[in-house]
């Protein structure tokens, strides 16, 4: 097929959530950019064939053979030649296609660990919404971007402001550009100010419904528990090579600012917009370069004012549980992350309460040994173990 000079190949993991249909929306703006080579979902087969209709990628993942038959077929019916795979060995081998040069990490979970890495380890332009396979792995997976050369752009809104905010040359150390802080903002969620009393009964409805930003479930419960900027802290270490000291989490509830760099020199630069993750997404695909990303100019007169506070870390213990656990260091931050995964799924399910996530999380962290991480067997074995503890610890509860 005849591609127009200069073209560039995406893949997208995890096409068919939150941040995948936001990328893919990116994307259409440009189509002398951009073409779109790989597409991957878990389950949601429709929403992938329509995905294909509209993008007509070379190759579509899904989990399972009988829901990649099904997909099959129904790109004959309608006389597209996409190829369909399935499978975890699938979606690496995607992953790393020598024919892709960007790809977008956005599968959510300890799921997206092995193709986020493949992509990595392939050298490629990765753009890293995935927080929890850095979380995970985190020196294992820069010492793979040092190896390989790939480009690594945060996508999390926090870290993409972040980014934007230091020196393009910042990967030899902070200190050295004279930067003193990272100040991480947070929303503080949809209980922002509630009593302890007050968030033992929420539900999943209740803690989904984030108040500035539309995402998928999981990522929605971890900010209402503020584990999602505990996971934040976590990444923020590794993608700035910072220690836990030195990232302050300011709770800012207009989510304007989405997070900002201290210098030495007293200056404090801040990456401001509306919150609309198509403006990361847009910054990674086009960095250096900025593209339009369909996002709203930010109305300063509507925002009026920017409010400022301090986490209340004792309403919502995770925040400080990932610190603890960044600080401990070796395979913690995989325990943590692989406990709040089944805790948070438990919850969204109706088996666990709202405050039982953190419960559980400090339950586990408690009782597994920490290991070292500097292999991806040890990180996978401390991953199912912790799953494992986690879920004898629901069957007790249940
Ligand atoms: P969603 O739940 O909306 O989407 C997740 C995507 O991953 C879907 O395409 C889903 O497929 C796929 N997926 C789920 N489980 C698996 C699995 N076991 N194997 C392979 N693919 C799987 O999540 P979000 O888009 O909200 O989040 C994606 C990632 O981005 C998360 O790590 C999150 O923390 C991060 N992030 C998200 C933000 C947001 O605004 N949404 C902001 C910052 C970071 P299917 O549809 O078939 O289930
Ligand atoms: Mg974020």
């Given amino acids: 097929m005849m591609q127009p000079q200069g073209r560039q190949a995406v893949t997208v993991m995890g096409a068919t959530g939150s941040i995948g249909t936001s990328t893919l929306d990116v994307i259409s703006r440009h189509p002398e950019r951009y073409r779109v080579h790989a597409l991957t979902a878990h389950r949601s087969r429709e929403a992938l064939f329509e995905q294909c209709r509209l993008y007509t990628p070379d190759i579509a993942v899904l989990a399972t053979e009988a829901d990649a038959a099904w997909l099959r077929q129904r790109l004959a019916d309608a006389g597209l030649a996409t190829q369909v795979r399935a499978g975890t060995q699938a979606l690496i081998d995607v992953a790393r296609d020598d024919e892709a040069t960007i790809v977008m990490a956005a599968i959510v979970g300890a799921a997206g660990l092995l193709p986020t890495l493949a992509a990595v380890e392939a050298g490629k332009r990765v753009l890293l919404a995935n927080k929890e396979a850095l979380v995970m792995s985190g020196a294992l997976f820069m010492e793979a971007v040092t190896r390989s050369g790939a480009t690594l752009l945060p996508i999390d809104s926090e870290h993409n402001a972040i980014y934007q905010c230091l020196p393009i040359e910042h990967r030899d150390g902070l200190v050295r550009h004279g930067v003193s802080q990272l100040l991480l903002t947070a929303s503080g969620g949809p209980f922002r100010g509630w009593s302890a009393e007050q968030i033992a009964r929420v539900t999943p409805e209740q803690a989904c419904a ?131 995964e089944v805790a948070v799924e438990a919850f969204l399910e109706g088996r666990l309460s709202f405050t039982g996530i953190g419960e559980v999380v400090a339950r586990v962290l408690d009782r597994q040994t920490v290991a070292s991480a500097d292999t991806l067997e040890g990180i996978l074995e401390a991953n199912r173990q912790a799953r494992h503890l986690a879920q004898q610890l629901l069957d007790v509860k249940t």
Avoid at 229 to 237: H, N, R, T, V, Y
């Fill in 210 to 340: 984030h108040p500035n930003w539309a995402m998928g479930r999981k990522i929605s419960v971890d900010s209402a528990t503020l584990m999602n900027k505990g996971l934040e802290l976590i990444e923020a270490c590794w993608l700035f090579d910072a220690s836990p000291e030195q990232i302050q989490v300011v709770v800012h509830p207009q989510s304007v600012i989405h997070s900002m760099v201290a210098y030495h020199d007293g200056s404090v630069i801040a990456q401001m917009g509306n919150p609309d993750m198509r403006t990361p997404i847009a910054y990674g695909l086009a960095w250096p370069e900025r593209i339009d990303a369909g996002v709203k100019p930010l109305d300063l007169f509507a925002v009026a004012r920017l409010d400022f506070d301090v986490p209340d870390e004792d309403t919502f213990p995770c925040l400080r549980l990932a610190r603890e656990a960044m600080k401990a260091g070796g395979t913690a931050p995989a325990i943590l992350n692989a406990a709040n």
